[in-house]
């Protein structure tokens, strides 16, 4: 079956550092996207990973490994506003996206 | 218009009542998708579709129709609403390739209570 498992919730504090996990068995993989929704709004697309390794854009870097079907998404320098939900999603065979629960992330102070 | 628009923002309907959400978008996008979302789980995909004249369903289409009569609308249709399609619900569109990133482009989502 689909299935794509990512922790529901994680906390950490403003200026660090916090890597947030997906795993993922597909019945097919055309790349990962990692999306950031803040409550009560739309996802918006943060990054997309096809190929195996790291892929950075400013703070935030995700990486990829086809073969151990894993994903994680980091985020440095912590910031308030970063606090949100983190949506990882696999393209399967036919291009559509599968969707993990999503990993609600609190900063504190 | 810029992106993608829904209407209503929110909205309370009785049991029974047939109900249209709709979805608008400006970016000539091919590809055309309703999600709903309640909480514990992820967007599920209701209905698709690739390119105008054309739809698929998702993986749960059950008491939802859609129809793509042109590029830019998508609308969404309950027959008959029932509680258990209470939800927020998300369209988005993309570019439909089989390279590159297409990602999808979200709407700000209709929030449905269905009584």
């Known amino acids: 079956g689909q299935n794509i498992d990512q922790p529901t919730e994680m906390t950490a504090t403003e200026g660090a550092i916090v890597q947030i996990n997906c795993t993922y068995q597909?019945?097919?993989?055309?790349?990962l996207f990692w999306y950031q929704q803040h409550a009560g709004e739309a996802p918006t697309f943060l990054s997309y990973?096809?190929l195996d390794g790291l892929e950075e854009k400013g703070r935030f870097s995700s990486f990829l490994s086809r073969s151990k079907g894993y994903s994680y998404l980091l985020l440095k320098e912590l910031q308030m506003k970063d606090s949100a939900s983190y949506l990882c999603?696999?393209?399967?065979?036919?291009?559509?996206?599968?969707w993990g629960a999503g990993t609600k992330l609190i900063i504190k102070p | 218009i810029a992106g993608i628009t829904q209407a209503p923002t929110s909205q309370i309907l009785a049991a029974g009542r047939r109900m249209t959400l709709r979805c608008t978008q400006d970016?000539?996008?091919?590809?055309m998708y309703w999600y709903r979302q309640d909480l514990g789980l992820g967007l599920r995909l209701i209905h698709y579709?690739?390119?105008?004249?054309?739809?698929g369903k998702g993986e749960v289409p059950d008491g939802y129709s859609v129809s793509r009569a042109n590029t830019d609308d998508f609308p969404l249709t309950l027959a008959s609403a029932v509680p258990s399609q209470t939800s927020v619900y998300f369209c988005?569109?993309?570019?439909?390739?089989?390279?590159?990133?297409?990602?999808?482009?979200f709407g700000p989502g209709t929030r449905l209570t269905v009584l």
């Open positions: 597909t019945s097919g993989f055309n790349g």
């Open positions: 970016m000539r996008h091919n590809a």
């Open positions: 988005a569109s993309s570019d439909q390739g089989t390279s590159g990133n297409n990602e999808q482009f």
């Open positions: 990973n096809v």
């Open positions: 999603a696999v393209r399967d065979w036919d291009y559509q996206l599968i």
């Open positions: 579709s690739n390119t105008a004249g054309t739809t």
